[in-house]
């Protein structure tokens, strides 16, 4: 069975402080891999994903996500935070043809402070 | 973006009497829906994956009949929870990918809770 860990449950960050986000995921396969963002109030939304290819993708809102596939992670990074990224972070993944079936890990509360 | 409309919100129900959760694509046909449920502070767990026009397959651990799920027509999916009780209590969010492209982009709708008193 497929499992998610974030390590980080809560995060607080100055504007413009840099962000980490940890994801490993636990599955004897091919995986692909997302991460979705709920800001207050608002449905989850989709950040970024990732299939296959170059190891490094780029999202929206500045967002971007390391595929380390030797470390079964999938870490999720932005240079500089905003006040307006305060929201609820998840790492999620589901099988190839999986249909988006997902498995999501426990998410990562980012505050960001002015 | 794609739209998927979940209602109704919040519902508070007595023990012992059945809610029914409606998830809605509105701009886009979904022959699979997935059903979530949340605890607090911790993760979406799958509870089932909701087919058009045929039966509903469910995860493991999740029963059948006390969870009915109904999925009529390409862009409605309903979620029943049958003679609730208090640990029914949750988070419920549905999900759905556009037809024909299920390995690119879930939408999700805003997510019931429940509260069963």
């Known amino acids: 069975a497929q499992s998610v860990s974030q390590h980080n449950h809560h995060v607080i960050l100055s504007e413009a402080a840099s962000l980490e986000l940890g994801c490993n995921y636990s599955y004897g396969g091919t995986v692909n891999l997302f991460w979705y963002v709920q800001y207050p109030g608002q449905h989850l939304q989709l950040l970024l994903k990732y299939f296959s290819g170059d190891p490094l993708v780029k999202g929206i809102k500045g967002f971007e996500a390391e595929f380390i596939k030797s470390k079964f992670s999938f870490n999720l990074r932005k240079p500089s935070v905003q006040w307006s990224d305060t929201a609820e972070y998840f790492c999620a993944v589901s099988p190839p043809g999986g249909g988006n079936k997902l498995t999501f890990g426990t998410g990562t509360q980012l505050k960001v402070e002015l | 973006g794609a739209v998927v409309s979940q209602h109704p919100s919040r519902v508070i129900c007595k023990s012992g009497t059945s809610v029914k959760i409606e998830c809605r694509s509105l701009d886009f046909q979904a022959t699979t829906m997935f059903w979530y449920r949340q605890f607090p502070k911790q993760s979406l767990m799958l509870m089932a994956t909701?087919?058009?026009?045929?039966?509903?397959?469910?995860e493991q651990g999740v029963e059948k009949d006390k969870f009915l799920i109904n999925h009529a027509s390409l862009t409605l999916s309903t979620l029943t929870v049958t003679s609730a009780h208090p640990e029914d209590s949750s988070f419920y969010i549905c999900?759905?990918?556009?037809?024909?492209?299920?390995?690119?982009?879930?939408?999700f709708g805003q997510g019931t809770r429940l509260t069963v008193v």
């Open positions: 999900s759905a990918p556009r037809t024909g492209q299920l390995d690119t982009e879930a939408f």
């Open positions: 909701s087919n058009e026009g045929s039966k509903a397959t469910y």
